[in-house]
């Protein structure tokens, strides 16, 4: 990854730290995270995930295609998923449910270097009242959204059948539809 993160990537992280982590602890942590290493660890992994995809993967799956990709927090593992779709109608691209789902970002090194625990035991070690482990995982929502512009430039990416527009999507739980941030 050649592009560092930007002062605006800097400024959410803080305001999130400042005004919506509860816990004292957590605070004190997540200021301790190294945002750049965490970027370019994020960027090697969802760029080693797209390398392992095929043509014959997706056709596997019914797409010849892909018309969108959602990134989705698993809350029982603390990884990150990615999916395709390839639906490309930006109201409904979502709709459809998963059809892969395989997992692109372990985070287990994350949660053991600053949490002290697995990615498996993130949500009780962070809180689990939901409120400071759901603004975690919108940090990083914001990695995610950093590194975009850099990963579709990359060969594994473009090896990918993309449909245009293709939309990228985030989600943060099961039971919610992925916020769209970014569009080819």
Known sequence: MKTKLNEDFFRKVNLVIDE???NDNNKSIIKKIDWEELSLNCF???TSFFDTISVEKLEDNDIEKIGAISFNWNQYG???TIDFTPNNNKDTAFDEGYIMADTAIDNNSFFQKYFGCT???SFETVGDD?????????LFQLV???IIPEIIQTDV???????????FGFSAFDDELPDIFYSL
Not at 130 to 138: A, E, K, N
């Open 20 to 22: 919506k982590i509860e």
């Open 44 to 46: 090697n992994q969802i």
């Open 78 to 80: 603390g990884d990150i």
């Open 119 to 121: 990615g498996e035991d």
């Open 130 to 138: 939901h409120y400071d482990y759901t603004f975690l995982i919108y």
């Open 144 to 146: 995610i959204e950093e």
């Open 157 to 167: 990416f473009n090896k990918l059948p993309i449909k245009s527009p293709c939309y």
